[in-house]
DNA sequence: CCTTTTAA
DNA sequence: TTAAAAGGG
């Protein structure tokens, strides 16, 4: 997923605490796929409410919005809207891996194994409803979102150049699409699961500044996008052989990615478009509003409607109250 | 993933 | 008091 140019890109350790007073946009998608494949129960079924209804997500986008808000940071949710066609071949790539994942969950069930969790984690889909249930409840929270033309990593990107600070993200894209500020691993508990093994190892909180990434490397944009390019994205392939450093080195020595792909003689499919489409990506401009938290509304949406427990909500919903009152007070102060 | 409970 | 395990919906 997304573009791999960590080993050029400069990060800082970071907290939660350390970013507050800031507002960061939330590439939302991301979060929800991390949620619906993390939070799941030992038998590997995610949390579900009587109905039959997945409700991790729920669970997460709750609980995750609250840390944020403890620690002053403003969460503004970006939803994906209608993704490109230049991402046709990314998208019907992960289908094929969701059915495969299908397949070997089949198998892994006759051969009676216990830990389903890696099987099920791999087939997740981003449903209406799961889109429209974390809407429904971050609008009782009381937090803002905005619905992306096309990309939510754009969309979310381009805010940072106008009235967000950085970007919660985990993908590298978000830098090609010029996002001043990227926060990754923005986790409370930095524990996250090494792809394919039961094991955890903890991962800390860290941001990631573009201009830094650009003068640490002695490039300019373009020629970052083009490194991007020439390693993968969502929106293209990426020459086989070449990873980030050496993509580095390449466009360095030759200027810009047109030189670089005349030079080792390969070619990267719509390369026009997909140059437009980091630089000029379809984004709206919007703007946020924090609201007061409709505590009944969600205290019914969560414990009625999906069974939450009542008591944990109850207790949390102070919180919230408490600490959404001072991203209000931020509307008015930056406003007025 | 995040919180709560339990074991150390 | 802290870390690991279990539970959550």
Known sequence: ??????????????????????????????ILYQLLSNVRQYDGMPLMDSHGNVTS??????????????????PVYVFDGKP??????????????????????????????EDLRQYYSRINYITPQIVNDTKKLLDYMGIPYVDAPSEGEAQASYMTRKNVDGVISQDYDCLLFGAR????NFAIYGRRKVPRKNIYKTVYPEYIILDEVLSANQINQDQLI????????????????????????????????????RRIGKDIENLDEIIDFFKNPPVVDYDFRFGKPDTDAIEHFLCDEHDFSRERIRDHLESLKKNNQASTQFRLDSFD
Not at 1 to 12: L, N, Q
Not at 232 to 255: M, Q, R, S, V, W
């Open 1 to 30: 997923m997304g573009t791999d140019i960590s080993d050029i890109v400069v990060s800082h350790e970071t907290s939660l605490k350390d970013q507050g007073n800031q507002t960061f946009s939330i590439d939302t998608y991301n």
């Open 57 to 74: 997500h729920l669970y997460g986008i709750f609980y995750r919005t609250i840390n944020l808000l403890e620690n002053k940071i403003r």
């Open 84 to 113: 490109s066609p230049l991402k046709n071949r990314t998208i019907s790539e992960r289908q094929l891996m969701k059915e495969k994942a299908k397949v070997e969950l089949e198998e892994a069930i006759e051969r009676g194994e």
């Open 181 to 184: 500020k990227v926060l990754r």
């Open 226 to 261: 083009g490194i991007g390019i020439l390693v993968g994205t969502d929106f293209n392939e990426g020459i086989k052989g070449i990873g980030a450093k050496k993509a580095l080195a390449l466009i360095k020595k030759e200027g810009d990615i047109k030189a670089v792909l």
